[in-house]
């Protein structure tokens, strides 16, 4: 117990020296604490309004700081949504609105036309299942319309009474999603080799780089659906808990 005592003494002892040198950096005069008008005196050295900055900037000063950070907006949509999607909502448009969305604008466009790419080299090489070239091709390109759409969405404040094409492909890339994987799954693993043992054609050939590429996108999205899920619910959880 003395030993605790001590040391929160010793802190406490700490904290009086700094502020008692911040104080004096600031030109405080500690013999004046006492003395009437100290207390306005201060008041009139307190920062300055919002309002007070933003005329500063206006005459060609420095501008107002910024108060505004990351974690005090997702803060504040968490306040203010009405339910755990709507945060959800709000959330990817804050984080599309800062240098984030760029990093993140290149990985969604580049998967896409990635997709498509590979997907119309080897049209026509997967013997196996034709439609697995097929679904690369169009989840490429509706993936790409639907992120274009998002990224525009973002950046335009419009009327949100407007229908959203963007939930259409959403639905759309869900169920040619859920086509893709009976494609893909059904024939794991073909054979990458055009040519069988004999010589001939080889009937379950696949091209080993659109095969790959197909079942690992594949992959990843239920994955990806699957731990979005997951989070959601431990945050309800959390939510509901601390409500």
Same mark, same amino acid.
């Given at each position: 117990?003395?030993?605790?005592?001590?040391?929160?003494?010793l802190?406490?002892?700490?904290?009086?020296?700094?502020?008692?040198?911040?104080?004096?950096?600031?030109?405080?005069?500690?013999a004046?604490?006492?003395?009437?008008?100290?207390?306005s005196?201060?008041?009139?050295?307190?920062?300055p309004t919002?309002?007070?900055?933003e005329?500063?900037?206006a005459?060609?000063?420095?501008?107002?700081?910024?108060?505004?950070?990351?974690y005090?907006?997702i803060?504040?949509?968490?306040?203010?949504?009405s339910n755990?999607?709507?945060f959800?909502k709000k959330?990817?448009?804050?984080?599309?609105?800062?240098i984030?969305c760029?990093i993140?604008?290149?990985?969604?466009?580049?998967?896409?036309?990635?997709?498509?790419?590979i997907?119309a080299?080897?049209?026509?090489?997967?013997?196996a299942?034709?439609?697995?070239p097929?679904y690369?091709?169009? !989840? %490429? =390109? +509706?993936?790409?319309?639907?992120?274009l759409?998002?990224?525009? $969405?973002?950046? &335009?404040?419009?009327d949100?009474?407007?229908s959203?094409?963007?939930?259409?492909?959403?639905?759309?890339?869900?169920?040619?999603?859920? !086509? %893709? =994987? +009976?494609?893909?799954?059904q024939?794991?693993?073909?054979?990458? $080799?055009?040519? &069988?043992?004999?010589?001939l054609?080889?009937?379950?050939?696949?091209?080993?780089?659109?095969y790959?590429?197909?079942f690992?996108?594949?992959?990843?999205c239920?994955s990806?659906?699957?731990?979005?899920?997951?989070?959601?619910?431990?945050?309800?959880?959390?939510?509901?808990?601390?409500?």
């Open positions: 117990l003395l030993r605790r005592v001590s040391n929160f003494n802190k406490l002892t700490l904290a009086c020296k700094t502020l008692y040198y911040l104080l004096c950096l600031q030109g405080l005069d500690f004046a604490l006492g003395q009437p008008g100290t207390m005196a201060l008041n009139e050295t307190s920062p919002y309002s007070a900055a005329n500063v900037e005459g060609g000063g420095s501008g107002p700081p910024t108060y505004d950070s990351l005090g907006r803060k504040n949509t968490r306040r203010e949504s755990l999607l709507d959800f959330l990817f448009a804050i984080l599309c609105g800062g984030a760029t993140i604008a290149v990985l969604i466009l580049g998967i896409p036309i990635a997709m498509i790419v997907g080299i080897h049209k026509d090489d997967c013997k299942e034709k439609y697995v097929i690369l091709i169009v !989840a %490429g =390109s +509706v993936g790409l319309a639907r992120n759409i998002c990224v525009k $969405k973002t950046k &335009d404040d419009g949100e009474e407007k959203d094409p963007g939930a259409i492909l959403d639905v759309f890339l869900f169920a040619w999603l859920i !086509a %893709g =994987s +009976v494609w893909v799954y024939i794991w693993e073909p054979e990458y $080799k055009e040519l &069988d043992a004999s010589g054609p080889n009937s379950s050939y696949c091209q080993e780089t659109v790959k590429f197909a690992g996108i594949i992959t990843a239920w990806l659906m699957g731990l979005i899920c997951c989070c959601g619910c431990c945050i309800g959880i959390s939510v509901m808990g601390t409500n």
